[in-house]
Nanobody
Framework: QVQLVESGGGLVQAGGSLRLSCAAS????????MGWFRQAPGKSREFVAA????????NYADSVKGRFTISRDNAKNTVYLQMNSLKPDDTAVYYC?????????????????WGQGTQVTVSS
């Protein structure tokens, strides 16, 4: 089992920045592919970014490319999402996820552990 706890969400003005963190506990963190997803009210959960177990490969949704950066520190069992140039459309609950079997996946169904989510609200 892996437990994931997100932090760092909040209210920010358009153009601002936030850094989300996801702390993992339980089984060894490093073999897991990690991802960030988000879900806005009335919408389905969508892929934001993913990172391989080593951190050597990353993947981003087109909507966040060039603005968001995913990274991980396996020594601290933590994955990060640096979000810059935030837009009102980025408003959502952001979820951290871990995959035992897939690395860099964009599909929520390929992640088997999820955090509770952290709210990000971007005001115009």
């Amino acid at each position: 089992q892996v437990q994931l706890v997100e932090s760092g969400g909040g209210l920010v003005q358009a153009g601002g920045s936030l850094r989300l963190s996801c702390a993992a506990s339980g089984r060894t963190f490093s073999p897991y592919g990690m991802g960030w997803f988000r879900q806005a009210p009335g919408k389905s959960r969508e892929f934001v970014a993913a990172i391989s177990w080593s951190g050597g490969r990353t993947n981003y949704a087109d909507s966040v490319k060039g603005r968001f950066t995913i990274s991980r520190d396996n020594a601290k069992n933590t994955v990060y999402l640096q979000m810059n140039s935030l837009k009102p459309d980025d408003t959502a609950v952001y979820y951290c996820a871990a995959s035992s079997y897939y690395s860099n996946s964009v599909s929520p169904s390929q992640y088997n552990y999820w955090g509770q989510g952290t709210q990000v609200t971007v005001s115009s």
